[in-house]
């Protein structure tokens, strides 16, 4: 059997109480999967993911130290903005990286969360992925990045 390890930069940054947090995100979403990076403890141009959702490890592994502007929470981070992909498995604008396509998910978003205090301040990309092709509507955005902040009562 060929099982991939966690890598230890992942388990170094693994925050139990937001992968707490993030199960019960994607399941109430009816989501497949799911990830928050975090901006701190990040070197600068940098966000660390913390928690993973039903990832496999090969994608939880890539996606430990995001460099601000590369793959979709990268991009996220970047423009300070959310980030719908409607079909990963197809998606060809380069914004999500090819091995993301491992995740098995199709319908896709990232979602930029701010500090309440100082809303220029990045907090935490809060990603979310569905079985199905999905048009994500600015509604629906808006409902998922909001019930997104709620990371902050425990990140």
Known sequence: MNAV???ETVLENARPEVAEWLAEYVVRHGGLVGSVHLS????EGEIVLVAAYNLPPVVVNGAAVVVVGKGMAGVTAERRAPIGI??????TSGVARPPARASQAR????LPVFAPDAPEKLV????????????FTDAEIAKLGADATTVLTVA
């Open 5 to 7: 390890a966690l890598s």
């Open 40 to 43: 701190e403890p990040a070197e």
């Open 86 to 91: 409607s079909d990963l498995q197809t998606d």
């Open 107 to 110: 319908g896709s978003v990232t």
């Open 124 to 135: 935490a990309v809060v990603g979310l992925g569905f079985a199905e092709h999905r048009e």
